[in-house]
């Protein structure tokens, strides 16, 4: 169960330092520290713009100074021409020292609740073949994994790919 000392909310823009220590903590964890491009002013922009581009869920100790996260999620409202309008959760992480005591699920729920509010059908997220640990979680909440009930492969075009696909574009 949830620590009593923590609170779950919404991400405000003062959380974006926060918020981006724990985004390099998880892709160190990942083994992918290497991957991170964006910078806190980014995601301050990305997340409180008038059309905000995607939301977070922050877990806070509760009365710590200076303000401490101990987790976060990130994820956006995604389409499925199949089903409407979806949610992508691209982030959920509690860091290591606070693992075990319900957190993760606790967040997931309030980014689940939120999907929900926007009537959306479906929630997607994508997790790393060796974090057994994970998805084993996912699946006892009740994800599905595509890759082996559908054969769905998750794909990916990186900015540099992009840019060489549309080259010979003529407007």
């Known amino acids: 169960m949830a620590q009593s000392n923590v609170l779950i909310r919404p991400a405000k823009p003062e959380d974006c330092d926060e918020i981006m220590r724990l985004i390099v903590e998880l892709a160190e964890f990942e083994k992918m520290a290497d991957q991170v491009h964006i910078t806190t002013d980014t995601l301050r922009k990305d997340m409180f713009a008038e059309k905000p581009l995607c939301s977070s869920i922050v877990a806070e100790l509760a009365g710590s100074e200076p303000r401490q996260l101990i987790g976060y999620s990130l994820f ?7 089903d409407g309008v979806s949610m992508y959760l691209e982030d959920l992480y509690v860091t290591p020292s606070q693992r075990g005591q319900g957190l993760g699920k606790k967040i997931w729920q309030h980014v689940t609740k939120a999907a929900l509010d926007l009537n959306c059908q479906r929630l997607h997220l994508a997790v790393l073949n060796w974090n057994t640990f994970a998805k084993d979680f996912y699946l006892r ?15 990916r075009m990186r900015r540099k790919e992009m840019e060489n696909f549309v080259k010979d574009l003529k407007d």
């Open 76 to 82: 956006y409202p995604i389409y499925s021409t199949w």
């Open 141 to 155: 909440c009740g994800l599905i994994d595509l890759t082996e009930t559908e054969d769905w492969h998750l794909m």
